[in-house]
T-cell receptor, first 115, second 114 residues
Framework: DAGVIQSPRHEVTEMGQEVTLRCKPISGHNSLFWYRQTMMRGLELLIYFNNNVPIDDSGMPEDRFSAKMPNASFSTLKIQPSEPRDSAVYFC?????????????FGPGTRLTVL | AQSVTQLDSQVPVFEEAPVELRCNYSSSVSVYLFWYVQYPNQGLQLLLKYLSGSTLVKGINGFEAEFNKSQTSFHLRKPSVHISDTAEYFCAVTMNSGNTPLVFGKGTRLSVIA
């Protein structure tokens, strides 16, 4: 299996632009998580889905952030409009709930820089 | 809700010396515990996990951790470190249902000195 795939790996954009981050979970996994890593706040949950349904989006910082999971193999995190304080590394992770491993597998992350 | 405290933000240690990275957690329900490692500019890699059973858990790269329920701790240890162990280490906790989010500690930066 290719693991969790995220794209792009790096994104540099200007303040006010729309940014879309993409994630393909491991095939067969039924839960997907978006985390953000910053120096100030560390690793924090933004939103997660079970069976493509958003369960908890309380970590989404503002209405500028939105996430979708239209099917079991794809999710997007969108920031519109972007601001410099959104600069961070965004990780996607997936898990097979009830599976033997009970561990989340992480993608390589998307490093976002908003100028 | 759960929380994780990693008591040391930075730990310098000489090569081939032992190391312990401390982690304490708080939770009102039973939990699963994890240690992840992050090398510079890379993603998170699982070192080891405690789900149930034996409280001493062995992971990759010679690391082990011991779950202590009474002290709500899950400290990570390695008897002899290598330069290649230099990285950021994160302790994390989740409810023992599997499909709930991880709550991470702030991380400990391990620097191995030659």
């Amino acid at each position: 299996d290719a693991g969790v795939i995220q794209s792009p790996r790096h994104e540099v954009t200007e303040m006010g632009q729309e940014v879309t981050l993409r994630c393909k979970p491991i095939s067969g996994h039924n839960s997907l998580f978006w985390y953000r890593q910053t120096m100030m706040r560390g690793l924090e949950l933004l939103i997660y889905f079970n069976n493509n349904v958003p369960i908890d989006d309380s970590g989404m910082p503002e209405d500028r952030f939105s996430a979708k999971m239209p099917n079991a193999s794809f999710s997007t995190l969108k920031i519109q409009p972007s601001e410099p304080r959104d600069s961070a590394v965004y990780f996607c992770a997936s898990i097979l709930s009830g599976g033997a491993h009970n561990e989340q597998f992480f993608g390589p992350g998307t490093r976002l820089t908003v100028l | 809700a759960q929380s994780v405290t990693q008591l040391d933000s930075q730990v310098p240690v000489f090569e081939e010396a032992p190391v312990e990275l401390r982690c304490n957690y708080s939770s009102s329900v039973s939990v699963y515990l994890f240690w992840y490692v992050q090398y510079p500019n890379q993603g998170l890699q699982l070192l080891l996990k405690y789900l149930s059973g034996s409280t001493l858990v062995k992971g990759i790269n010679g690391f082990e951790a011991e779950f202590n329920k009474s002290q709500t701790s899950f400290h990570l240890r390695k008897p002899s470190v290598h330069i290649s162990d230099t990285a950021e280490y994160f302790c994390a906790v989740t409810m023992n249902s599997g499909n709930t989010p991880l709550v991470f500690g702030k991380g400990t930066r391990l620097s191995v000195i030659a």
